[in-house]
């Protein structure tokens, strides 16, 4: 059994004098008897949130739950102790009862079309009419989110294009919210957004393709953006590979050049923006503090992207951070990450579910 833990310093936000305890898996502000104190002069962040993750998935599929596990303790070994796993072909819910995992909440698998997306990753429907009713199977099956693959190359027109029609899209965002769950669509291009976002999607992917009208869209009706930074700069090597269709290839180029602007954009606007890795594939796990400084990279200040990585993502997907009775998930600081962020790199500890990792 884990031993009440003791930390104190300061909120590595605000800089405010902190002090708190856990009590089981729990943070206390008042002294919990018995506890071992950790630090007693650090600088305190509530545990990171990966918003776009897939621990189900690796180069070739056909990943283990061993090999999950494995893909996740990186990630919390990192500081990233809240998951939103956007798709998986793995039900990695069994990894909920190892106490060293970070917490997760998922979709089921990804939603899309033959030959629309990479193969095997997610449900590929044959009749896009019927795209509503799946989208209600992969609710079920999830943690509250399904989700849909808005874009993709079409080998016969050359280029990204959508998926689905306006109704299609439409008729799902409804089904997602009659089960209760909330909806996200991975896009690259602009084609798909403005059908996407006028349905009501609750978040968009990467966004690479946004523009000014379809982020002022977004940030009047709240539309969440996860832009994955580290994933966009893939998009040169996937350009290289796609000798075959030369206006696909320059298309990624010029969206990889634009992605700083557009989530400059997007803050600017209004927009909620928050950290995602999209590890699993083509980013390995265990980068969240790469995805947080690439954001400020793009000209985004320190605490916004510290804020986005934190207790914006959590207040975002209804979990706590470091009131009273929140899972006791932190991070200890040898230095205020507001002044470098490479301290992030270093913790002196991280505490998941108030075990010390």
């Given at each position: 059994?884990?031993?009440?833990?003791?930390?104190?310093?300061?909120?590595?936000?605000?800089?405010?004098?902190?002090?708190?305890w856990?009590?089981?898996?729990?943070?206390?502000?008042?002294a919990?008897?018995?506890?071992?104190?950790?630090?007693?002069?650090?600088?305190?962040?509530?545990?990171?949130?990966?918003?776009?993750n897939?621990?189900g998935?690796?180069?070739?599929?056909?990943?283990?739950?061993?090999?999950?596990?494995?893909?996740?303790?990186?990630?919390?070994?990192?500081?990233a102790?809240?998951?939103?796993?956007?798709?998986?072909?793995?039900?990695?819910?069994?990894?909920?009862?190892?106490?060293r995992?970070?917490?997760?909440l998922?979709a089921?698998?990804?939603?899309?079309?033959?030959?629309?997306?990479?193969?095997?990753?997610?449900?590929?429907?044959?009749?896009?009419?019927?795209?509503?009713?799946?989208?209600?199977?992969?609710?079920?099956?999830?943690?509250?989110?399904v989700k849909?693959?808005?874009?993709?190359?079409?080998?016969?027109?050359?280029?990204?294009?959508?998926?689905?029609?306006?109704?299609?899209?439409?008729?799902?965002?409804?089904?997602?919210?009659?089960?209760?769950?909330?909806?996200?669509?991975?896009?690259?291009?602009?084609?798909?957004?403005?059908?996407?976002?006028a349905?009501?999607?609750d978040?968009?992917?990467?966004?690479?393709?946004?523009?000014?009208?379809?982020?002022?869209?977004?940030?009047?009706?709240?539309?969440?953006?996860?832009?994955?930074?580290?994933?966009?700069?893939?998009?040169?090597?996937?350009?290289?590979?796609?000798?075959?269709?030369?206006?696909?290839?320059?298309h990624?180029?010029?969206?990889?050049?634009?992605?700083?602007?557009?989530?400059?954009?997007?803050v600017?606007?209004?927009?909620?923006?928050?950290?995602?890795?999209?590890?699993?594939?083509?980013?390995?796990?265990?980068?969240?503090?790469?995805?947080?400084?690439?954001?400020?990279?793009?000209?985004?200040s320190?605490?916004?992207?510290?804020?986005?990585?934190?207790?914006?993502?959590?207040?975002?997907?209804?979990?706590?951070?470091?009131?009273?009775?929140?899972?006791?998930?932190?991070i200890?600081l040898?230095?205020?990450?507001?002044?470098?962020?490479?301290?992030?790199?270093?913790?002196?500890?991280?505490?998941?579910?108030?075990?010390?990792?």
């Amino acid at each position: 059994m884990t031993p009440p833990l003791h930390v104190r310093g300061r909120d590595a936000l605000t800089g405010e004098p902190l002090e708190l305890w856990t009590d089981g898996e729990v943070i206390r502000h008042d002294a919990v008897p018995g506890a071992v104190t950790v630090a007693d002069d650090a600088w305190l962040l509530p545990g990171l949130v990966d918003a776009h993750n897939h621990v189900g998935i690796a180069p070739g599929l056909g990943v283990t739950m061993g090999q999950a596990r494995e893909f996740a303790l990186a990630d919390a070994r990192a500081g990233a102790l809240l998951i939103r796993e956007v798709g998986s072909p793995v039900d990695t819910h069994p990894l909920d009862a190892d106490p060293r995992c970070p917490r997760f909440l998922r979709a089921g698998r990804h939603i899309a079309r033959p030959k629309r997306y990479l193969r095997d990753y997610g449900v590929e429907l044959d009749d896009p009419d019927s795209l509503a009713d799946e989208v209600r199977r992969q609710a079920r099956a999830g943690d509250g989110w399904v989700k849909l693959v808005g874009d993709w190359i079409d080998r016969e027109v050359g280029d990204l294009a959508p998926l689905w029609t306006d109704a299609q899209v439409s008729a799902a965002v409804d089904a997602a919210h009659d089960e209760g769950a909330r909806i996200t669509a991975h896009v690259f291009g602009t084609d798909a957004l403005p059908g996407l976002i006028a349905a009501g999607v609750d978040c968009i992917e990467h966004g690479t393709g946004l523009t000014d009208d379809l982020i002022a869209a977004m940030a009047e009706r709240g539309t969440a953006l996860v832009p994955t930074l580290i994933q966009v700069d893939n998009f040169p090597g996937i350009a290289d590979s796609a000798d075959r269709f030369p206006t696909y290839a320059a298309h990624m180029r010029a969206l990889h050049a634009a992605a700083p602007s557009v989530v400059r954009a997007a803050v600017e606007a209004g927009v909620p923006v928050y950290t995602g890795t999209d590890a699993g594939g083509f980013v390995g796990h265990g980068r969240i503090v790469d995805e947080i400084v690439a954001l400020t990279g793009a000209g985004l200040s320190t605490t916004i992207v510290l804020r986005a990585a934190t207790v914006d993502a959590r207040r975002w997907l209804s979990a706590g951070a470091l009131a009273d009775g929140d899972r006791a998930d932190l991070i200890v600081l040898r230095a205020d990450p507001r002044a470098d962020l490479d301290v992030l790199r270093a913790p002196d500890a991280v505490i998941s579910g108030g075990a010390v990792l």
